[in-house]
């Protein structure tokens, strides 16, 4: 659980209830991460490249998202969560 208003410095592993940094993500997680983002980035542009999905209205169930509207959608969730 984060504390409200703490900050936490990037590339940590931070775990516990509260919150506290535990270690330095190590490189190889860290490829593993940015290696599962392309994949998912990937996945994402392929399907948006299926007939019929782009332009569609955005946000009805079963049509796409752009990128950006589902970052901005992740973003607003946390804020709400927060």
């Excluded at 955005?58 to 589902?70: F, H, N, S, Y």
Aim: proline residues 6%; charged residues 30%; contains cysteine.
């Amino acid at each position: 659980m984060l504390t409200p208003g703490k900050e936490y410095p990037g590339g940590s592993v931070v775990m516990g209830a509260p919150a506290r940094v535990v270690r330095a993500v190590a490189e190889r997680e860290l490829a593993l991460i940015k290696r599962a983002a392309r994949s998912y980035q990937q996945r994402i542009e392929r399907y948006l490249a299926e007939p019929g999905l782009r332009g569609a209205e955005p946000g009805v169930r079963g049509e796409a998202l752009t990128i950006a509207q589902c970052r901005r959608h992740r973003q607003g969730a946390a804020r709400r969560a927060g």
